[in-house]
């Protein structure tokens, strides 16, 4: 079992509609949550981060973590073609833990 | 504010050589990460260094190496490169990696070392 799971995509969604992503981590112990958003031949970029259970806003971005089922997920309200990317989801353990990224899913904004 | 800076930016390799990539990172940055990047694997974490000293290391054979200067600047070594070295080599520094702060380890990477090994 991986330790950070995300669905390959890629997800098409018409511009102006929701999108959602999904991740899904196997250790429980794991602390802190990332989303990276990566542009093609572009190096990751932080877009969000939570640590506790719940919903978390940040302009058009919604991440939701829910530490007993071990899932995080992130909303993209009102979707643009510029969202177009591979979004990384990425666990954080604490302590001297190495940060561990899933394998991104590719979204794709249709205009 | 710079960010994390990484050179050579590209790089073409043949078989058995071996090639150094170096990182800085943003300034105040203790912590540096080195993550291998491919299509097929995504983001694998190679090694982590905090302070000069190697805190984790990735599942990687011994043919990767890095080190940290006192400046906090970073490099990393691939000697007898292989094919299925080719690969974006990214760097990311954090502000610190502290047992206390567990939200502290963002990381922020650089624009990457692409490697090519014919």
């Known amino acids: 079992q991986k330790e950070v799971e995300q669905n390959s995509g890629p997800l098409s969604v018409p511009e102006g509609a929701i999108a959602s992503l999904n991740c899904t981590y196997s250790d429980r112990v794991s602390q802190s949550f990332f989303w990276y958003r990566q542009y093609s031949g572009k190096s990751p970029e932080l877009i969000m981060s939570?640590?506790?259970?719940g919903d978390k806003e940040d302009g058009r971005f919604t991440a939701q973590l829910n530490k007993a089922s071990q899932y995080v997920s992130l909303l993209i309200r009102d979707s643009q073609p510029s969202d177009s990317a591979t979004y990384l989801c990425a666990v954080f353990k604490g302590g001297y833990q190495k940060v561990t990224f899933g394998t991104g899913t590719k979204l794709q904004v249709i205009p | 504010k710079a960010g994390v800076t990484q050179t050579p930016r590209y790089l073409i390799k043949t078989r058995g050589q071996q090639v150094t990539l170096s990182c800085s990172p943003i300034s105040g940055h203790r912590s540096v990460s080195w993550y291998q990047q491919t299509p097929g694997q995504g983001l694998q974490f190679l090694f982590e260094?905090?302070?000069?000293?190697?805190?984790n290391k990735g599942n990687f054979p011994g043919r990767f190496s890095g080190r940290q200067f006192s400046n906090s600047r970073s490099e990393m070594n691939v000697s007898t490169l292989e094919l299925g070295d080719s690969a974006l080599y990214l760097c990311a520094s954090s502000l610190v990696w502290d047992p206390g702060h567990s939200g502290a380890n963002v990381l922020t990477f650089g624009a990457g070392s692409r490697l090519t090994v014919l």
């Open positions: 939570i640590y506790s259970n």
């Open positions: 260094y905090f302070s000069e000293t190697q805190r």
